[in-house]
T-cell receptor
Framework: RKEVEQDPGPFNVPEGATVAFNCTYS??????FFWYRQDCRKEPKLLMSVYSSGNEDGRFTAQLNRASQYISLLIRDSKLSDSATYLC???????????FGAGTRLFVKA | GAVVSQHPSRVICKSGTSVKIECRSLDFQATTMFWYRQFPKQSLMLMAT?????????EQGVEKDKFLINHASLTLSTLTVTSAHPEDSSFYICSAHVLAGVLYEQYFGPGTRLTVT
């Protein structure tokens, strides 16, 4: 079993749709959780950190469920520019061991 | 956010030659940097952790004599791919940690696309 698992997609959605991604992790001692966005042939960029209380940044909402060991990302009112691969990232041991999910590809169409 | 640069962004080399990739933190000091490799449609795989002033820590399966890492200053880490082969062709990305509140956030360089012919 992979340490961090994501549905690879692709998710094909129309503009304005709401889309949700889930990610599961196997290490119950994992400490920090993030969603990164990666555009084709570019480096990953931090989208948002994920806190136990849940957090929202504009159209993006992230949730963490420690009991079930999954994190989620909700994108509302999808834009064409949201098309990218979304990486679920988990860190352990004080943030010095970072594990990336394989990513979920999102295509937003006009 | 913090800025990390990488150079070169793209390099093509012949099999058997060595290639050096530089990773710099531009507006902060990074005692620890990380080197990743990403094959097409796959996730980033951590190759090694680069520690300023000491030896790098390599992940299992990564040959330390092939992938030489030097972290001579608080703003520069280098990765040298020695005796490159076509199977070393990949996207190499470095990153550095920045403490943001109680969490470490990673900031990535723009990556180096290596093609070995």
């Amino acid at each position: 079993r992979k340490e961090v698992e994501q549905d690879p997609g692709p998710f094909n959605v129309p503009e304005g749709a709401t889309v949700a991604f889930n990610c599961t992790y196997s290490n119950s001692a994992s400490q920090s959780f993030f969603w990164y966005r990666q555009d084709c042939r570019k480096e990953p960029k931090l989208l948002m950190s994920v806190y136990s209380s849940g957090n929202e940044d504009g159209r993006f909402t992230a949730q963490l469920n420690r009991a079930s060991q999954y994190i989620s990302l909700l994108i509302r009112d999808s834009k064409l520019s949201d098309s990218a691969t979304y990486l679920c990232v988990v860190t352990n041991t004080g943030g010095f061991k970072t594990i990336f999910g394989a990513g979920t590809r999102l295509f937003v169409k006009a | 956010g913090a800025v990390v640069s990488q150079h070169p962004s793209r390099v093509i080399c012949k099999s058997g030659t060595s290639v050096k990739i530089e990773c710099r933190s531009l507006d902060f000091q990074a005692t620890t940097m990380f080197w990743y490799r990403q094959f097409p449609k796959q996730s980033l795989m951590l190759m090694a952790t680069s520690n300023e002033g000491s030896k790098a820590t390599y992940e299992q399966g990564v040959e330390k004599d092939k992938f030489l890492i030097n972290h001579a200053s608080l703003t520069l880490s280098t990765l040298t791919v020695t005796s490159a082969h076509p199977e070393d062709s990949s996207f190499y990305i470095c990153s550095a940690h920045v403490l943001a509140g109680v969490l470490y956030e990673q900031y990535f360089g723009p990556g180096t696309r290596l093609t070995v012919t």
